[in-house]
């Protein structure tokens, strides 16, 4: 098994004449043999990695597909920690580690999942990657599936979680991403009007869907489907938290970029129910940020930071009666960004997920 390194596209696109795209291989009998933050891995490379990483160290993680794509790629998640019941989506210390299958999405690629600690109660979970240009998402996730993995052993407060992370909910974009259009955000299932490809899967999922009565077309950025978990991505994500719901401690929503900590709910400017939890664990985060970084993250709903946004993520989380449900806006520097970047950003993103998973579970 070989592991191809390509340029970023637009890279490319400034050297027409001379590449289309520049490549390196090496082996990857081993996860050992290389370091996945130093370089933007495809959707193939990143599922080579984590089934190398789940192959090397089956005591600690497992990876598994949730789901599948249009196109046929797994959307994977990664169970680490897995021993544990409460789960954190994302993961720590710690023992057994699989991957297993969400789901596919449009074009058939499986929508895999890594669990680490997974037989533990108290779950964390973490997806990424949704909006397919959102890059320093999946590359923190990584991030973070690396530190639990490797560097566990630095963390034992975390050890009593199960963290489930979604690196890639979107392969199917994220691959257009890399090869056609670096800005593309939607999947890219065929629309009715035989014409336009994608829609917005942090609009898609079936909570307050109905009451968007903004018009949106096919063609827009923000097209939210033609009805309420169309997707296969979204169904995927769905069909996950409503099986482990009362054993998740946390859901994270990550994205980029705004320097935001978003709680619910998105539709209203009306507070959920446990808000106050929930902001005080958002508050956490975004002061362990500061504390570290010097970064400033502002928390509120998405109605009163940005707009009201419907049928997303953290709102279908909430009326699960999950307890805690986040969506993370990561970095302020737009959506390109040089790979010498990826392990600032994911230090970044992995400070504020460790001091908010403690502070959900009382720690703090």
């Not at 990657?129 to 890059?135: I, P, V």
Request: net charge negative.
């Amino acid at each position: 098994v070989f592991l191809t390194q390509t340029c970023n596209p637009s890279e490319c696109q400034r050297f027409s004449l001379i590449c289309v795209y520049t490549t390196r291989t090496f082996p990857i009998y081993s996860p050992d043999n290389f370091n996945p933050l130093d370089f933007f891995m495809s959707y193939d490379e990143t599922n080579q990695w984590l089934a190398a990483l789940e192959a090397k160290y089956p005591d600690k993680c497992k990876v598994e597909p949730i789901g599948r794509s249009y196109e046929g790629r797994d959307i994977n998640a990664i169970y680490i920690n897995k021993q544990q019941n409460k789960k954190v989506f994302v993961v720590a210390n710690m023992h057994a580690l699989s991957v297993e299958k969400l789901g596919e999405t449009w074009l058939g690629r499986d929508i895999n999942m890594m669990t680490i600690n997974y037989n533990a109660r108290d779950t964390i979970v973490l997806v990424a990657n949704l909006h397919a240009r959102e890059w320093a998402a999946m590359t923190t996730a990584l991030f973070i599936i690396f530190e639990l993995v490797y560097n566990g052993h630095h963390h034992p407060e975390l050890s009593q979680f199960r963290w489930m992370i979604v690196p890639i909910a979107n392969p199917d974009g994220y691959e257009f991403t890399r090869e056609r259009d670096r800005y593309w955000s939607k999947n890219r299932s065929p629309q009715p009007d035989s014409q336009t490809f994608g829609v917005d899967l942090n609009g898609n999922f079936a909570y307050k869907w109905e009451e968007n009565d903004r018009p949106v077309e096919p063609k827009d950025r923000t097209y939210n489907g033609p009805q309420a978990g169309s997707e296969p991505e979204t169904r995927a994500i769905s069909k996950l938290l409503e099986s482990i719901g009362p054993d998740i401690l946390m859901f994270v929503d990550m994205h980029t970029f705004g320097n935001h900590i978003f709680h619910p709910w998105s539709y209203t400017t009306e507070p959920a129910e446990n808000v106050e939890l929930t902001k005080a664990v958002a508050h956490a985060g975004a002061d362990a940020i500061r504390f570290k970084y010097e970064e400033y993250y502002t928390v509120g709903t998405p109605s009163q930071l940005y707009r009201r946004v419907y049928g997303t993520p953290i709102d279908y989380c909430q009326s699960l009666r999950i307890r805690v449900c986040l969506w993370l806006e990561m970095t302020n520097s737009g959506f390109q960004f040089e790979a010498s970047r990826i392990m600032r950003y994911g230090e970044e993103g992995w400070t504020a997920i460790k001091a908010m998973a403690l502070e959900a579970a009382g720690v703090l």
